[in-house]
């Protein structure tokens, strides 16, 4: 499975943006997918995810009420609408991918995209 994230950018604080990803591959073996980020000097940490079949989602609690997560099957991407944003939110986000069974963790998650950088402006 390959995943291609793209949408970051810089933005004021308040601002919005949205971050796609899109899988391609074996992608019926996918049980769900989300994103991560990583701000400088700290640890990659999970924002939310969203399963494909029941679309069950979480979030963050860092990130609730602000930003959405969504899927289109049909082009096997998912989204991240992200509203409200705050300088803290400044980060690389990376997309992940697993599959049913994986341990949901950064080791054991076993697909993931290159990041792409979200910059917000205080």
């Known amino acids: 499975v390959q995943l291609q994230a793209s949408g970051g950018g810089l933005v004021q604080a308040g601002g919005s943006l949205r971050l796609s990803c899109a899988a391609s591959?074996?992608?019926?073996?996918?049980?769900?997918m989300g994103w991560f980020r990583q701000a400088p000097g700290k640890e990659r940490e999970f924002v939310s995810r969203i399963t494909w079949s029941i679309s069950y989602i979480y979030y963050a609690d860092s990130v609730k009420g602000r930003f959405t997560i969504s899927r289109d099957n049909a082009k096997n991407t998912v989204y991240l609408q992200m509203n409200s944003l705050k300088p803290e939110d400044t980060a690389i986000y990376y997309c992940?991918?697993?599959?049913?069974?994986?341990?949901?963790?950064?080791?054991?998650?076993?697909?993931w995209g290159k990041g792409t950088q979200v910059t917000v402006s205080s």
């Open positions: 992940a991918a697993y599959r049913y069974g994986d341990s949901l963790t950064i080791s054991g998650i076993p697909y």
């Open positions: 591959g074996r992608t019926f073996s996918l049980h769900g």
